[in-house]
């Protein structure tokens, strides 16, 4: 772990604020991430998109003329060895976009607020479940909205789970 975190910094991350974003899942949706590696990867997109173009945006810029980056790293368990999806993600705490001069500068953004947080969170949670609801995993009814999983007793994953 600790070559990861060296590698991270001396070689990867350039030297600006990073801030850790940490996104866990209802208990229901992590076993469906975990049986599903590709739906795994387009939640992370959409997560990821939905974040830098919120501090993009922050900055005063548009997708077009300014960039962040991130490094993300899924974990799978929790501090139980319980099933606990979810991922750490290292932002840029900010944006790079091109001066006047052609040359590269970054620009740093303010911590969240927490209506900050809170629209963000409201937003992932929406776009999640219409890609969900769009690939057939969830249904939704005046009510209730539900994920559609199979619920075979022998699986591996729903144990672990403590299901």
């Known amino acids: 772990m600790a070559e990861s975190a060296a590698l991270l910094v001396d070689d990867v991350l350039p030297p600006v604020p990073i801030r850790q974003w940490v996104l866990s899942f209802p208990y229901q949706l992590r076993l469906l991430l975990a049986q599903q590696p590709e739906m795994m990867g387009k939640v992370l997109e959409i997560v990821y998109r939905t974040l830098a173009t919120h ?15 991130a490094v993300t790293l899924i974990q799978r368990f929790g501090s139980a060895l319980n099933l606990n999806l979810h991922f750490h993600m290292l932002f840029l705490d900010g944006v790079y976009a091109e001066d006047q001069y052609g ?15 809170g629209a963000l969170v409201h937003k992932i949670s929406q776009r999640v479940s219409r890609y ?26 729903l144990q672990l789970q403590g299901y």
Not at 55 to 69: P, V
Not at 103 to 117: D, G
Not at 140 to 148: A, G, H, I, Q
């Open 55 to 69: 501090l993009i945006r922050k900055a005063g810029f548009n997708k077009h003329s300014a960039q962040t980056g």
């Open 132 to 157: 969900l609801e769009k690939k057939g995993w969830l249904q939704r009814d005046v009510e209730n909205t539900y994920l559609l999983l199979d619920g075979d007793d022998d699986d591996a994953l």
């Open 103 to 117: 040359a590269m500068r970054f620009h740093r953004v303010k911590a969240p607020a927490r209506e900050e947080l």
